[in-house]
């Protein structure tokens, strides 16, 4: 594990707390979410702003994955697929821990 070791911010908690949010209003979260950082773009990096461009699941780390969200045409956070879950993942590789939104892949 190389955790804090890693080079450059970790936005892990930011990603986290975005997932935390799915359902709500978008302008109450984004507003919350920017106020915890020095600039908004790693907030797009998992957030779609169409549902065009949503992605099922996002590379933000060497193997650590986020679910994809988007706001929907209510102005709600949404998951891009509420259906993906770890557990039907498989690693790239077998010598790094491959997680998607903190979980090992493989695992519930
Ligand atoms: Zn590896």
Do not use: Q
């Not at 799915?22 to 990096?45: C, H, M, Q």
């Amino acid at each position: 594990m190389h955790g804090k070791t890693e080079r450059g911010l970790d936005y892990t908690p930011l990603f986290r707390f975005l997932l935390s949010k799915v359902g709500l209003d978008w302008n109450e979260v984004y507003s919350e979410a920017t106020s915890r950082l020095d600039k908004p773009e790693p907030i797009f990096w998992i957030v779609a702003l169409n549902e065009d461009d949503k992605e099922d699941y996002v590379r933000v780390g060497e193997s650590t994955y986020f679910s994809g969200l988007y706001i929907n045409s209510d102005g709600k956070l949404k998951l891009s697929n509420p259906e993906l879950s770890a557990k039907d993942m498989t690693p790239a590789c077998s010598c790094c821990t491959h997680t998607l939104n903190g979980k090992v892949f493989g695992t519930d």
